[in-house]
């Protein structure tokens, strides 16, 4: 099924390449202690990371299976207020990866497993198939908020024009014009406002995996 992001962006999701380097270096933005005491509440994604993933010994051990993922993320984790020490980032590998980087419990993998990447707000491995189709998600994103800066300042003029005018009655035909053009974009506008809410709700704030933004 396709993800927010294919819906409201229009950008369908590339085919995986199957190369297994995110199963390899996960490292989710929850710290250890946090996620383990999600983990024992409960949750269901904390209790199923924990039933793949094994922690590498340190950054250096994943660094010699990953080097670029785990640089990515040590990067990305320097902006995140979770981590006030990146030193604090644990790597993970999945137990069931078998020798030739292949998924050994394919058609029993966890449901994050099969959604990944959710978002395009992840740190991506270098080489991911899915870089490209992120590439293009966050100019489309970036986009959508520029309009929505517009759209802003659109309201923006709209209420000067109110104020300045007095009541609508007053208004002459250019007012009248002006409003309706302004009027006309707020609605054309509207759905992309809605578009973004829904992307804002979606990520990267619910993330469960490191934000490049
Ligand atoms: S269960 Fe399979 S897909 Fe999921 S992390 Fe492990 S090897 Fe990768
Ligand atoms: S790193 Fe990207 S292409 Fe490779 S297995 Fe993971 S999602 Fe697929």
Known sequence: MPNIFEKELNEPQPQCCSNGACCQGASPSTPFHALMQRATQGDEFARNFFSIMVPYASHEAAHKVVPGLVERTLAAAKKSDDFKNPEDVVFYRCRYQTPDNKCGVHEDRPQFCRDYPDTPFVVMAPGCAFESWQAKCRTKYSEMKDQIQNLDK????????????????????????????ISSHHTANLSL????????????????VFSEE
Not at 155 to 164: A, G, M, P, R, V
């Open 154 to 181: 659109l309201k923006q003029e709209l209420s000067t024009l109110k104020n300045t005018q007095g009541a609508l009655s007053e208004l002459s035909e250019e007012d009248y014009q002006e409003l309706a053009h």
């Open 193 to 208: 406002v809605l578009s973004l809410t829904r992307l804002h709700l979606s990520s990267p704030m619910q993330s469960m």
